[in-house]
C-alpha cells in the first residue's frame, strides 16, 4: 500500500476522531449550561456559536468561545427562550394529561394547542442560531426567525426531524450513554450545516 494512501487514511482517522471529540465537549457543555432550566437559550445559542465556527472552518478555542458566547449572549437569549420554556411546558403538559386522562382536554382546545406548538418548534430551530450569528435585538431575531421559518419550511421539516430525534432514542435505556454525549450536539451540527448556506445568503445581503 502507498505510503500517501495510509498517511490519507490517518488524516481521515484523526479529522473524524477530531470531530468527535468536539461534538462531545460541546454536547457536555450545553448539558452542563442548560441544567439551571432558564440558560437553556444561552446555553443553546453558545452551542451554535461553536457549531457554527466549525462548519465554517474558522480557528477558534471550543471551551473559551461558548462560555464567552454564553457571556454575552446571556440576557437577550434568555429573553428569547422564556416564551418557548412556556410553550414547550404547556405541550408536555397537554401530553401527559392525554396519556393519563384520556378525554379530559377536548378536540377544539387540543388541536389549536398542537398546532400553535408545532409552529413554536418550527420558529424555535432558527431563533439561536439567528442570535448566535447576527446582531439584532429580541423584536428582530423572532421576526427573522418566524420568516426563515415560513420561507425555508422545507429546511425548516429537517432541522426539526433532527432536533427531536434524540427525544425518541432517550426511552431506551441503552442508547441513554449516546444521548448524554451527542444527543445535543450531533443534532445541532446537523441543523448547521442544513442551515449554514441560508446565513451565507444573508451574509452576502449585509455586504
Known amino acids: 500500500m502507498p505510503i500517501s494512501r495510509l498517511q490519507g487514511e490517518d488524516n481521515v482517522i484523526i ?12 454536547n457536555l457543555l450545553t448539558i452542563l449550561c442548560c441544567l439551571p ?9 453558545s452551542m451554535h456559536d461553536v457549531l457554527q465556527m466549525i462548519v465554517r472552518k474558522e480557528d477558534g478555542y471550543i471551551t473559551r468561545r461558548y462560555f464567552s458566547s454564553f457571556r454575552k449572549n446571556m440576557k437577550q437569549a434568555t429573553l428569547l427562550w422564556v416564551p418557548f420554556l412556556f410553550i414547550f411546558s404547556g405541550c ?5 394529561i392525554i396519556f393519563s386522562a384520556p378525554g379530559l382536554i377536548p378536540n377544539y382546545i387540543m388541536i389549536p394547542a398542537g398546532v400553535a406548538g408545532l409552529f413554536a418548534l418550527f420558529v424555535f430551530q432558527w431563533v439561536f442560531p439567528l442570535q448566535a450569528r447576527f446582531e439584532g435585538n429580541f423584536g428582530v431575531v423572532m421576526k427573522m426567525s418566524f420568516l ?16 427531536v430525534l434524540p427525544v425518541f432514542a432517550v426511552r ?26 441560508v446565513f451565507r445568503q444573508l451574509e452576502q445581503v449585509d455586504e
Do not use: E, N, W
Open 15 to 26: 479529522r473524524v476522531s477530531t470531530r468527535i471529540t468536539q461534538l462531545v465537549l460541546i
Open 37 to 45: 432550566v432558564i440558560t437553556i437559550g444561552a446555553a443553546l445559542t
Open 92 to 96: 408536555v403538559a397537554d401530553v401527559i
Open 148 to 163: 426563515l421559518a415560513v420561507a425555508r419550511f422545507p429546511r425548516t421539516i429537517l432541522m426539526a426531524l433532527v432536533c
Open 172 to 197: 431506551s435505556l441503552l442508547t441513554l450513554p449516546f444521548v448524554l454525549l451527542f444527543g445535543i450536539s450531533v443534532p445541532a451540527f446537523i441543523g448547521a450545516k442544513i442551515y449554514h448556506p
